[in-house]
């Protein structure tokens, strides 16, 4: 422990702190869409403060590993094991960088004080692996290419490395854990492979020494640095490295509702604040539908419903909500045939278009079509226009008719 005081009380990295905390901060508070209010949200934002401490730990780490190897200081400290050696190094680096991100996780979780549900721990050990990934690594870079420019050289590698290679979920060391959705979290399998990863590079970077020593008493020690070195690059290329794998689905949980006319509008418990947004959009489509479609027993939010299916959402703005709402709506009343021909599948699907952009501006009171990307023939929206155009009891009749057509026998 007195090693570890002793270096942490002189690392060169503790200069660096403040302006990486400053860093840290603006990418969770002034990067990206806002979060508060959200656990999930505020949880995942909250990892955005790993990049700039990743990148330049890398560099910092490998910049102080190159300096000693030059100086030959580590040779002078022979009389304590050299992995003992790097290890305490690492670890007071590590505990700089690790109480910055804790810092600003902590400002973040402060901001969202009151918010139904809690922190989610698991992304807090996410953004720290990451960091003190990037530390074994830099140090292991400047083990290994001491030189003068190596920092710097690291650095950009690092940004490179972080802000290209693995700064989305298609990657397996995702440095961010980017939110979708509120059904979705961390994968414990993911965060465990993450885990050993690290653990492996640290191990790779506290016997890497070994193996750069000449000396023959250290034949038989050096074969230790190069399995972890080996098995470290071997577990970074068999991680699991696409979206699917580094998020996977919530369980459903009891959910909080509320009645809209005839249905029950529910959403999951951390959105419990946000309920009145969606029991208005629900009634809305209702009453836009009203001698159209009947409305579903339950509206249900994204995640909730039979096996975690369908629903809307409130995480992207209220015209995203009424539309979500309304495919929720028309969903039960579509009919699909395995097999018809290709003309008349598309005269379903043309239907179901029709009434649902037609539904939407009639809802939010548009006077013309939302504007959404279709693929395909759009001439259909010719019609819905023309139909909005008409007094109310012929548009009620012409969407009905696109609802018959829509649920045509196969």
């Given at each position: 422990m007195t090693g570890f005081l002793v270096e942490f009380r002189r690392t060169p990295l503790r200069w660096a702190v403040l302006p990486l905390l400053a860093a840290a901060a603006a990418m969770v508070f002034?990067?990206?869409?806002s979060w508060q209010g959200s656990w999930p949200e505020t949880s995942a934002a909250a990892t955005r403060a790993a990049v700039p401490l990743m990148i330049a730990g890398v560099g910092l780490a490998a910049q102080q590993s190159s300096r000693l190897r030059r100086s030959g200081s580590d040779l002078l400290l022979a009389a304590r094991p050299l992995p003992q050696v790097e290890l305490t190094r690492l670890s007071a680096d590590a505990a700089w960088l690790c109480l910055t991100y804790v810092l600003c996780t902590a400002c973040a979780w402060v901001a969202t004080v009151g918010a139904p549900g809690g922190p989610w721990l698991e992304y807090p050990l996410f953004g720290l692996s990451g960091i003190i990934f990037a530390l074994a690594l830099g140090h292991l870079l400047g083990r290994i290419a001491p030189t003068r420019f190596t920092g710097a050289i690291a650095a950009i590698g690092g940004f490179l490395l972080f802000s290209l290679v693995f700064s989305s979920n298609s990657s397996p060391l995702a440095?961010?854990?980017?939110?979708?959705?509120?059904?979705?979290?961390?994968?414990?399998t993911h965060l465990a492979w993450r885990l050993a990863v690290m653990v492996l590079a640290l191990a790779a970077a506290c016997t890497v020494g070994w193996v750069l020593e000449s000396s023959g008493r250290r034949k038989v020690t050096s074969g230790t640095g190069v399995f972890f070195s080996a098995a470290t690059l071997i577990a970074i290329v068999a991680m699991p490295g696409n979206g699917s794998l580094l998020l996977e689905n919530r369980q459903a949980e009891e959910p909080v509702c509320a009645q809209s006319a005839e249905s029950s509008v529910c959403v999951w418990p951390e959105h419990a604040d946000r309920l009145p947004e969606?029991?208005?959009?629900?009634?809305?489509i209702t009453q836009a539908a009203e001698g159209v479609l009947l409305p579903p027993a339950q509206f249900m939010e994204q995640g909730l419903g039979e096996a975690g299916a369908g629903g809307f959402t409130l995480d992207h703005g209220s015209q995203d909500l009424l539309h979500t709402v309304l495919i929720e709506m028309t969903e039960s009343h579509k009919k699909w045939c395995e097999e018809e021909p290709e003309r008349k599948m598309q005269v379903r699907v043309d239907a179901g278009l029709r009434l649902e952009a037609w539904l939407e501006a009639r809802a939010a009171k548009y006077t013309k079509l939302p504007s959404y990307e279709y693929s395909g023939d759009t001439s259909w929206q010719q019609d819905v226009r023309a139909v909005m155009a008409l007094r109310d009891s012929q548009q009620v009749e012409s969407a009905t008719?696109?609802?018959?057509?829509?649920?045509?026998?196969?």
């Open positions: 002034l990067v990206g869409d440095n961010i854990a980017f939110y979708h959705s509120i059904d979705v979290r961390l994968s414990p969606a029991v208005e959009a629900a009634k809305k008719k696109w609802v018959k057509e829509m649920q045509a026998p196969c």
